[in-house]
C-alpha cells in the first residue's frame, strides 16, 4: 500500500478537505474577494460573464440619471431605499464603499444616509458631511454599483464634464465602455439631490448650509466583461464662503462662470479646487482599485486638503 493510500484511509479530515477544494475553488471564481481580483486581473471578466449567464445582474432603472447627475448631483434618480445613519460618527481617511475604498478629504466627515437603488440593490449611494462649528463645509454624494451592470445604464455618465457650465474639466479617458473625468461648477443647495431630505437632517442637528457650493466632481467607469461595467461617480460640495477672503461672497451671482473674473477672491478658490481635484482624482481611481498603496500615507494626507478643509484642530460641534 502507498503512503498516498495509508493516508487516504488514516486521516478522515485530509480526505475531507480535497472534497471541498473544488467547490471553494468554484465559489472563490463566482465571488472573489478583492485581493484576489487585484492579484489575478483576468478573473473579472470571468466572473462578471458567470454573474451574466446565471442572472445575477439586472439593469437598474435609475442608474442612468443617477449617473449622469454624478451622485447626488442635480435631481435625478430614484428615491430608492433610504437609510438615515447615525451623524455622530466619525469617518476620516478612507471608508468601505460598494466593495471598493472610497477616500475622503481632509477632516473629520459624518454620515447622514444611505440610499440602496435598482430592482436588487446593485447601486449604492452613501451622503457625508462635513462641518466646521455649526457651518457646513462639505457635502459628499458618492454612488457605486456593488455588481456589473449592463453598458447601456451608463450612457450619460460622463454628461456633467461636458456642461458648458463647468469652470473646468479634464476627460482622462474617453474609450467607451471606459470613463473617466472630473470637473468643477457651482450649484445652489436647492439643485442637490434629495436637497429636502439632506437640508432637513442637517438642520435638526443644527447645521447651517451655505448659500452656494462649489460643486466638484469625479466619475468612472470599468469594463467588467459581456457588455456590463463598474462605475462609481463621486461629488463632493465644498463650502466657498467660508473664509476671510470670500465670506462677503455670499450672492450666488458671484459665483457664475460669467461673472468670476470680477471677482478675485472667487477665482482664486474655483483655481485651487481645480488644482486640488485634478491630484485628489488618480487617489480616488487607486481607491476604486482597492489599491490604496499607490499613495503612501503622508501623500494622501497632503492631497486630501480640499481649499474648503477646516484648519488643522478646528473641532466640530459632533466631536
Known sequence: MSAFSRLWHRAPLWRMSLYTIFPFLLLAVIFPPAYLIRLLPALKPITASI?????????????????????????????????????????????????????LPAGVWHPVM????????EVLENILVRVEGHVVTGLIGAEGNIQPVPESAITNIDATCHDDR?????????????????????????????TAVIANRL???????????????????????????????????????????????????SWTKENLAQQPAASDFVKRTDTWIAAWAPVLHDGFNGDMLATNEAQRARLSRDPAAPLPGQGSPLD
Not at 209 to 223: D, E, R
Request: hydrophobic share 35%.
Open 166 to 194: 463647468n469652470f473646468m474639466s479634464r476627460v482622462i479617458s474617453a474609450h467607451p465602455p471606459a470613463m473617466e473625468c472630473w470637473f468643477t461648477a457651482a450649484v445652489y443647495p436647492s439643485s442637490i439631490n434629495r
Open 203 to 253: 438642520k435638526e442637528e443644527g447645521f447651517i448650509l451655505p448659500p452656494v457650493f462649489l460643486k466638484t466632481g469625479w466619475s468612472y467607469s470599468q469594463p467588467a466583461g459581456d457588455h456590463n461595467v463598474n462605475v462609481e461617480t463621486v461629488t463632493m460640495f465644498l463650502n466657498p464662503v467660508n473664509t476671510d477672503a470670500t465670506k462677503a461672497l455670499r450672492s450666488p451671482e
Open 51 to 103: 454573474h451574466n449567464h446565471l442572472g445575477m445582474v439586472d439593469e437598474p432603472p435609475a442608474t442612468d440619471n443617477a449617473a449622469a447627475d454624478g451622485g447626488g448631483g442635480n435631481g435625478g434618480g430614484g428615491d430608492g431605499a433610504v437609510t438615515m445613519l447615525p451623524i455622530t460618527d466619525r469617518l476620516t481617511n478612507s471608508i468601505p464603499f460598494a466593495g471598493r475604498v472610497l477616500p
Open 114 to 121: 444611505s440610499v440602496v437603488n435598482g430592482p436588487h440593490g
